[in-house]
C-alpha cells in the first residue's frame, strides 16, 4: 500500500519509522511519502492561510498550495488528468481528510481502508481547508471526510497516524499472528475479554481458575460472557445501537 501525507508538520510522522509500521516500511508492504504543504506555497513566508470570507475567528488553509502538493501526488502515482465533474473513479488512490466533521473511524472502516492500494492524507490545521480543495479532487478521486471521535484536536496528523496505525495493522502480512486479529475489541462487535499471564497469583491476585483449567469449551465460553459483560457496562451503544 501506497501512503501520502500532507501536513505542515512532516516531523510529526517520523514515527512511522518505529515499531510494526517501521517493519511493514522495511518490507516493503508499506511505502510512506510525506509531503510539506509549504512546499506548494510560492510566496515569501510561505503562507498556507488566511482569513475566514465570512468572518469569524481563526484562519483557514488557502486552497492553491493543497492544489499544487495534491497535483503532484497524482501525477506521481500515475492518476488520470482532472476533467472536472466527470464521474469518479471506483479504483485509484482514496483522499481522506481528517476532520471532527466527518464520518466515525471505525474498525470496519480500517479493515475496507486496508485493501486500497493508495491513502493520501490531507492534515489540515486551523479551522479546516477552504471546502473547494474538497469539492475540486472530489471530481478527480474518492474523498472521505473522517473522524476520529467527538473530540477536537488541533489538526490531521495525530488524527491520521492513529488511522494509519489502525489500517497498517489490518494489511494481509503485517501482524505475526493472525489469530490476535480476530480476538480482540471491536473484531466481533464487542470489546475484548480480559487477559492474565504468569504468575498464576501476584499481590495475592488470582487468574481466574477457568483459564487454568485447560478445557478449551469452558474457556471460550467464559471469554464470550466476559466480552458481553465488559460490553455491557462500558459501552451498551455497542449492543443496542
Ligand atoms: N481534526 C481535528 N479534530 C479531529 C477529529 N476528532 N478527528 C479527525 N480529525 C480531526
Known amino acids: 500500500m501506497r501512503i501520502d501525507i500532507v501536513t505542515i ?5 517520523d514515527i512511522l519509522d518505529v515499531s510494526l509500521l517501521g517493519k511493514a516500511r522495511m518490507s516493503g508492504l508499506i511505502e510512506t511519502h510525506i ?20 468572518g469569524g475567528a481563526g484562519m483557514v488553509m488557502k486552497p492553491e498550495p493543497w492544489g499544487f502538493v495534491l497535483d ?23 483522499l481522506i481528510v481528517p476532520s471532527p466533521a466527518g464520518e466515525q473511524f471505525t474498525q470496519g472502516m480500517a479493515r475496507d481502508l486496508a485493501h486500497e492500494d493508495q491513502l493520501i492524507f490531507a492534515c489540515g490545521r486551523y479551522e479546516g481547508i477552504d471546502q473547494r480543495v474538497v469539492d475540486y479532487y ?3 478521486m474518492r474523498v ?6 467527538d473530540y477536537v484536536l488541533n489538526g490531521g496528523e495525530v488524527a491520521s497516524l492513529a488511522m494509519i496505525e489502525a489500517v497498517g495493522r489490518l494489511i494481509p502480512g503485517m501482524v505475526g499472528n493472525p489469530e490476535s486479529l480476530v480476538e480482540e475489541s471491536h473484531e466481533n462487535g ?21 483459564l487454568l483449567s485447560g478445557n478449551h469449551g469452558a474457556i471460550s465460553t467464559w471469554r464470550h460472557e466476559q466480552q ?11 449492543l443496542f445501537p
Do not use: C, M, Q
Open 9 to 13: 508538520f512532516p516531523e510529526f510522522f
Open 138 to 140: 472530489s471530481s478527480r
Open 72 to 94: 503532484g501526488i497524482l501525477n506521481d502515482s500515475g492518476s488520470p488528468t482532472p476533467v472536472l465533474h466527470d464521474e469518479v473513479p471506483s479504483g485509484g488512490p482514496l
Open 190 to 210: 464487542l470489546l475484548e475479554y480480559p487477559s492474565y499471564t504468569k504468575p498464576s497469583v501476584w499481590r495475592e491476585l488470582e487468574v481466574p481458575p477457568v
Open 144 to 149: 472521505r471526510l473522517v473522524s476520529l471521535g
Open 35 to 54: 509531503h510539506d504543504l509549504r512546499d506548494g506555497a510560492h510566496d515569501k513566508h510561505r503562507t498556507v492561510d488566511d482569513t475566514p470570507y465570512g
Open 228 to 238: 458481553i459483560e465488559r460490553t455491557r457496562r462500558v459501552r451498551p451503544d455497542l
